[in-house]
Each structure stands twice: as C-alpha cells, then as structure tokens.
C-alpha cells in the first residue's frame, strides 16, 4: 500500500485491489478521500481504464496542486 496526503485530500494506493481471478485479477485501485474528516468520507475510487493481471495500480501515488 502507499499513502500521499497534501492536507486536504489522502489518496491512499491499492495495488492487489481486485483480488480474485480473471482478467483484471490484483490490477489495483486507488481511493482518494476528501477532507475535512477523512475517517467518515466516501471514497472516489480510481482504476485504471485498461486495467490487466498483476498491473499494480496504485503501488506509488502522490499528490500535487
């Protein structure tokens, strides 16, 4: 997992997201939470649009702007 933050927003990195089989099996996902209280936030949840096996997204993220 990896974690950025830039105090407004925590982006959190889920690179064995889709655990399971099949096309997509551990292509990752990440969750962006918007402040002001990052524990009660839903999360946008990013994947990514040509996501295949063992892809990781999400193994490194950071925040900028």
């Known amino acids: ?3 950025a ?3 407004v ?3 959190v ?3 064995f ?3 399971g089989s099949g ?3 551990q292509s990752g996902k990440v969750y962006v ?3 002001p209280n990052w524990a009660t936030a839903v999360p946008v949840v990013l994947s990514a649009p040509d996501a295949a096996i063992s ?3 999400g193994y490194s993220v950071a925040v900028s702007g």
């Open 5 to 7: 933050t830039d105090g």
């Open 13 to 15: 990195g889920c690179p």
């Open 23 to 25: 096309a997509t099996a």
């Open 55 to 57: 892809d990781y997204f």
């Open 33 to 35: 939470f918007m402040g």
């Open 17 to 19: 997201g889709n655990l």
């Open 1 to 3: 997992f990896s974690v």
């Open 9 to 11: 927003r925590v982006v």
